[in-house]
Structure formats: structure tokens, C-alpha cells
């Protein structure tokens, strides 16, 4: 079992940055592949970014290509999400997901385990 928990979220100004941070439990985090999905009011979740279990590849939903990035520390068990240039369409909800296969999908059904969520609202 894996226990994930999201932290970083906040108010932020439009074209400003903010990190995200989400912390895991268990041995074997250094196998899971990460990722980070958001929701918005009114909205399905959707995908954001993805990163290998390794850290060697990652992957990006297209709207935020360019201006968040995702990152995974293995000694630390933690994954981070770097939002730069940030617009009030990214206001949302931001969930992270461990998959157990190592695997870094964009879907939701790739993923095993899911945090809390933490909410980042950009005010323009």
C-alpha cells in the first residue's frame, strides 16, 4: 500500500509559479511511475504530466507543455510539479498517482493509488 499527500497549493497571480510537491510512503516508491491529474469545477479529471519510475522519460498533456514539469526524486519518495507561467484556466484541484507497473499513462485507469488532491487557483 502507498499513501500519497499533496502539498504546495495556493493562490497564485497569473504568469507567476508555484510548486507542488507530493510525498509517498512505502519501500518501493523508486519502482512506481507518477503522475499528476487535475480537476476543475464542473469538470472530468484530466491528465496533466507523467514520469517514468526511473525519471528517464516523461510525458505532458498539451496545454501545459512548455510551462510545467514534473520531476521525481527516488531518495526522497517524492514527486514535484514545477508550474511556471501559470494561467487561471490551470485553476484546478491537483491529484498525484503512483502506478505500480513503473508505467506512466495519461490515463486515470493506469494509475493505483491517488492522493488527496491539493487546490491551486490562479487569479488573473
Known amino acids: 500500500q502507498v499513501q500519497l499527500v499533496e502539498s504546495g497549493g495556493g493562490l497564485v497571480q497569473a504568469g507567476g509559479s508555484l510548486r507542488l510537491s507530493c510525498a509517498a510512503s512505502?519501500?518501493?516508491?523508486?519502482?512506481?511511475?507518477m503522475g499528476w491529474f487535475r480537476q476543475a469545477p464542473g469538470k472530468e479529471r484530466e491528465f496533466v504530466a507523467a514520469?517514468?519510475?526511473?525519471?528517464?522519460?516523461?510525458l505532458y498533456a498539451d496545454s501545459v507543455k512548455g510551462r510545467l514539469t514534473i520531476s521525481k526524486d527516488n531518495a526522497k519518495n517524492t514527486v514535484y510539479l514545477q508550474m511556471n507561467s501559470v494561467k487561471p484556466e490551470d485553476t484546478a484541484v491537483y491529484y498525484c498517482a503512483a502506478a505500480r507497473s513503473g508505467y506512466y499513462g495519461s490515463t486515470w485507469q493506469d494509475y493505483d493509488y491517488w492522493g488527496q488532491g491539493t487546490q491551486v487557483t490562479v487569479s488573473s
Open positions: 512505502g519501500r518501493t516508491f523508486s519502482t512506481y511511475g
Open positions: 514520469i517514468k519510475w526511473s525519471g528517464s522519460s516523461t
